[in-house]
């Protein structure tokens, strides 16, 4: 088993920016690869960022590429994701995901990732 626990969210406005972070607890030596989803009420939850555990590679969502960056910290066994120049459209729950295998086929997809934080709004104001 994995936990996981963001926090970092709150509320900024238009052009500032948060730093999100998911610490880990557990098998995580059991998981090649952590994202960040996000999601609003009555919409799917939505791709924002991965990284491998080695964080070799990471991956953006379009909408937020140059402006998120992912990196982690095995040492601390966190995850964080550095959001600036944040628009009103970033607003939503933001949650912390890592999968169950050692290889990984579909980063972008939720069913990929087995464990979820209780995740952490993000407002942004106009």
């Known amino acids: 088993q994995v936990q996981l626990v963001e926090s970092g969210g709150g509320l900024v406005q238009t052009g500032g920016s948060l730093r999100l972070s998911c610490a880990a607890s557990?098998?995580?030596?059991?998981?090649?690869?952590m994202g960040w989803f996000r999601q609003n009420p009555g919409k799917e939850r939505e791709f924002v960022a991965a990284i491998t555990w080695t964080g070799r590679n990471t991956y953006y969502a379009d909408s937020v590429e140059g402006r998120f960056t992912i990196s982690r910290d095995n040492a601390k066994n966190t995850v964080y994701l550095q959001m600036n120049s944040l628009k009103p459209e970033d607003t939503a729950v933001y949650y912390c995901a890592a999968n169950r295998r050692q290889f990984y086929t579909n980063y972008k997809s939720p069913d990929e990732y087995g464990y979820w934080g209780q995740g952490t709004q993000v407002t942004v104001s106009s």
């Open positions: 557990g098998r995580t030596f059991s998981s090649s690869i």
